[in-house]
């Protein structure tokens, strides 16, 4: 379990410890709340109405979002794999929110501008994987050129062909 001293939580907050211990009981509980916290301030897909604007403003977030420091902490710590409870909060997060990117993706498609054939989970894979490569491995965060060559790429990829 990542090292989460209820004493430390509870002198950083200004509060009693026992304070920290009624609300959680465990280093999981209190994890699961912080992460549950965190997660709510996190970007919501996008409604647009228009799949290059949608492509658009979900990337421009992601790229705010995975550069910053929370965030990237979150995302090496599940990338050593030695904190399952904690990967398992996080990814536990990410499936609760994964049905309004599906829903993205799904209304580009009602709207005739995304190919039927399209998966939306590998779609969203493909907005979200360099974004979150670019700040991780990288190091650093993803530039305004690459952002647009990315989102550029994106919607290239999924959209339906012009009709000749």
């Known amino acids: 379990m990542v090292e989460l001293p209820a004493a430390e939580v509870a002198d950083r907050s200004g509060v009693n410890r026992a ?14 709340d912080a992460v549950a916290f965190h997660w709510d ?7 647009t109405g228009s799949w290059e604007g949608d492509v658009r403003s979900a990337m ?21 794999g030695r904190y399952p409870e904690f990967n398992a909060v996080v990814t536990d997060a990410w499936t609760k929110s994964l049905p309004q990117w599906v829903g993205m993706v799904e209304r580009a ?14 779609v969203v ?11 991780l491995l990288g190091r650093r965060g993803t530039s305004l050129q690459d952002l647009e060559m990315l989102i550029e790429l994106v919607y ?5 062909p012009p009709e000749r």
């Open 125 to 135: 894979n493909l907005m979200l994987a360099p974004l979150i490569a670019t700040s």
């Open 41 to 47: 301030y996190r970007i919501d897909a996008p409604d």
């Open 60 to 80: 421009t977030e992601a790229v705010a979002l995975v550069d910053e420091p929370v965030e990237r902490a979150i995302m090496a710590a599940m990338a050593t």
């Open 19 to 32: 304070t920290v211990y009624r609300w959680w009981p465990t280093p999981a509980d209190l994890l699961a």
């Open 156 to 160: 290239r990829a999924t959209a339906t």
């Open 109 to 122: 498609v009602d709207r005739g501008e995304v190919r039927p054939e399209v998966d939306p989970i590998s």
